[in-house]
């Protein structure tokens, strides 16, 4: 054992985290939930959907039998909504394919939806004891700052850099004990800004402190100017309802359930009264502006303008991938964050 797979796992027995409610199992489903979940999002956020999920999900069985929508509901406000749909398709291929059980293999994980190499790898070391590394954005930042790697660890040669040293760093035993020290050292002593190095297991060897370099490495991918774009949103309510439509399975808020969009190119009261009539079969009333809302994605900025009218006449029921919900409705249908926002603040 390396002497710095050594100092991590005696630091992690008394300071790591040993108490978050996807540890202490080797359960592959509650492992697996655990690591899609916490893919680009804090754990603190993660928590209570973990809970969620597991009280009406409790087994893979459960949720692969699961209607879409429910799913989706779920993961609504959790964002990145691709995985999800991916959760799902997950768990209906380990029900179909292996008999309801994960394979214990990390490269025949992989091949399953929605799961990559770091994430196959931290589900064959929790569960079924394989000698494999992770690499999340702790372990990244962790390697990068103690071993003085530089370029941008998302370049592909970096990259490969990383994974071929962490692979060089795993210890015969205890690699789950390791790879959790890992992430938690990341996520607790060596942080983005303002990392505790006084706290460090590994800083008597780390290039970072000893050349004063912690502010750079690891090395930031170059800014970009990040794209703007508007859309104008259609909140047609009748009699406590209101009419919402699902978006296409891929892309943005891919399977979702949102507000008519207005096609691009047209805004005014008028154009929105017109596209109402003539495709959502609806008549509105007067029309009002609710506050501009803007949502940042990963690679682009949405500046959101919503017209709110009440309908005075419309379809006894929504067709095709139209519905009208109830607003007491609203809680459990699979929303994303920026439309429920909307939608409670004209409640």
């Known amino acids: 054992m390396s002497d710095f797979a050594r100092r991590l796992i005696k630091w992690h027995s008394v300071h790591g985290r040993h108490d978050m409610p996807w540890q202490n199992t080797r359960d592959p489903y509650r492992v697996w939930l655990s690591e899609i979940m916490l893919q680009q999002t804090q754990v603190a956020t993660v928590i209570p959907y973990y809970e969620r999920f597991l009280a009406r999900f409790p087994t893979m069985a459960t949720l692969a039998a ?20 991916n ?36 589900i064959a070391a929790f569960c079924f004891a394989a000698r494999t590394p992770i690499m999340d954005g702790n372990v990244k930042r962790v390697l990068t700052r103690q071993f003085g790697i530089e370029g941008f660890p998302g370049q592909p040669a970096i990259e490969r850099e990383l994974w071929a040293l962490a692979e060089s760093l795993v210890p015969n035993k205890n690699v789950d004990i390791y790879n959790q020290a890992q992430m938690d050292l990341g996520s607790l002593v060596c942080t983005r800004s303002k990392p505790r190095c006084d706290a460090c297991p590994v800083a008597a060897n780390c290039v970072a402190r000893l050349q004063a370099r912690t502010a750079e490495l690891p090395t930031r991918k170059e800014k970009r ?14 009699n406590g309802k209101v009419l919402l439509e699902q ?35 609806c008549t ?15 690679h682009f900025r949405l500046h959101i303008s919503t017209c709110r009218a009440e309908v005075k006449s419309r379809p006894h ?13 609203l809680a459990d249908a699979p929303l994303p964050a920026p439309i429920r926002q909307l939608l409670n603040s004209s409640v």
């Open 284 to 298: 509105p009333g007067k029309w009002s502006s609710l506050p501009l809302l803007t949502h940042t994605f990963t």
């Open 225 to 238: 100017v990040i794209p703007e774009r508007e859309v104008t949103l259609l909140m047609l309510v009748q």
């Open 317 to 329: 029921a929504a067709e095709g991938t139209q519905r009208w919900l109830a607003f007491d409705e």
């Open 247 to 281: 978006r296409p399975p891929s892309g943005i808020w891919g399977g979702m359930l949102s507000l008519p969009e207005l096609p691009s190119g047209l805004s005014a009261a008028a154009d929105a009264s017109d596209y109402t009539k003539s495709t959502l079969s």
């Open 66 to 85: 699961a209607p879409a929508e429910s799913v989706m509901g779920l993961w609504s406000g959790l964002g990145y909504y691709a995985r999800a749909r």
């Open 87 to 122: 959760l799902h398709a997950c768990a209906k291929a380990v029900m179909q394919e292996h008999g309801g059980e994960f394979p214990k293999d990390a490269e025949a994980i992989a091949g399953l939806p929605g799961i990559g190499r770091s994430t196959a790898n931290s």
